[in-house]
């Protein structure tokens, strides 16, 4: 892409010259002058800076090193903005479209157009003499000025944003239909929930500086000169990108609310996960209590059995004609009373 220079004359034609330091010679003062080139250009562009009269600041400012320039008396004509182009990237793979936003620099004054557009390959660059030649089909009745040019940049940036916003309302859509209705919790669908919401995010960061841009041009027009045509596509201009702006903040407000629920259906999950945990920690304590019951009661008579099981020479209990039944009377006694024991205390 080399660095384009265009200048538009009051009766609508326009003449061209494709080179670095040049701009066309014999144009009247009354014309507009259109400078568009890409990222790549810039290196090459001192000397049709040299040639517009650019200052260093404005030349930082198409650079990309300062994100904003001020503008020592703002009006409808002399504007430093980044706009945000955005194009839809198909991936089959996928389940989320992906969107590449590109910026637009614009430097503009009474009779100046300066436009910076980087190398997209799916995205054609802005062709400022078509949007002109739309915006005016017939003879203008006034020589072209840099709010048209500019009118026309902001349509044109515009004009690609209700697809990629079809496109992301639907995978939103589709995200809400399998979080509502199956309401099932996994990894993936808490990734696609964050990634869409971050996508949105990214939406209303591009249409932020559009729309700021199209009011103050809007409220600068209106000040300065009455109601016309012009004043018309101005206002059209501005309930478009609020238009856009509303949209994405509908869009962020159904993704809050799927976060909502998925967080609600998340700690539902959890509490469900941890009251069976508890249930299956009780029911273990229940059991290893009735074990340890009966382990008690079966203690005592084992104990008195291996007393007496024992083979020493001087154990004068052996010789006993009652002793037998008292031995056994003792285990049942005992057992009796641990059982007893731990019924009234419900391990058993």
């Not at 265009?6 to 144009?27: K, N, Y």
């Not at 020592?72 to 194009?87: D, G, I, K, M, N």
């Not at 239909?177 to 971050?198: C, K, M, P």
């Not at 031995?327 to 007893?340: H, Q």
Request: proline share 6%; aromatic share 6%; net charge negative.
């Amino acid at each position: 892409m080399t660095i384009t220079t265009r200048r538009f004359t009051a009766d609508g034609t326009s003449s061209a010259a494709d080179s670095a330091g040049g701009l066309p010679e014999g144009t009247p003062p009354s014309g507009l002058t259109w400078v568009d080139l890409s990222t790549a250009d810039l290196p090459s562009f001192a000397a049709t800076a040299t040639a517009l009269g650019l200052r260093e600041a404005q030349l930082d400012f198409l650079r990309g090193s300062r994100s904003r320039l001020p503008i020592p008396t703002p009006s409808a004509e002399s504007v430093a903005a980044v706009l945000h182009r955005v194009a839809i990237t198909t991936e089959e793979d996928g389940p989320v479209a992906e969107f590449r936003f590109s910026e637009l620099r614009i430097l503009a004054s009474d009779a100046l157009v300066v436009t910076v557009q980087p190398e997209n390959p799916g995205q054609p660059p802005l062709q400022l003499q078509t949007l002109l030649e739309s915006a005016h089909p017939s003879p203008p009745k006034r020589p072209l000025r840099a709010s048209d040019a500019i009118s026309g940049l902001i349509g044109a940036v515009l004009r690609d944003y209700p697809v990629a916003l079809d496109e992301l309302e639907n995978a939103i859509e589709s995200m809400e239909g399998t979080l509502f209705q199956e309401a099932r919790l996994d990894a993936a669908l808490s990734h696609r929930i964050y990634q869409l919401l971050q996508k949105v995010h990214r939406f209303d960061w591009a249409l932020r500086p559009v729309e700021s841009l199209a009011t103050e041009r809007g409220t600068d027009a209106a000040e300065s000169s009455p109601a016309d045509e012009e004043s018309s596509t101005r206002a059209d201009l501005i309930m478009r990108a609020r238009r856009m702006r509303d949209r994405v903040e509908l869009l962020r407000s159904h993704l809050e609310n799927a976060v909502a629920l998925h967080s609600t259906l998340l700690t539902i999950e959890q509490n469900e996960a941890t009251r069976r945990v508890a249930d299956a920690s009780y029911a273990q304590g229940e059991q290893s209590k009735k074990i340890s019951g009966w382990a008690a009661i079966l203690f005592a008579p084992t104990l008195i059995a291996s007393i007496y099981g024992m083979n020493f020479r001087h154990m004068p209990e052996l010789f006993w004609s009652w002793g037998y039944p008292a031995a056994v009377g003792l285990m049942l006694a005992l057992s009796l009373t641990l059982w007893i024991v731990f019924k009234r205390r419900e391990w058993l």
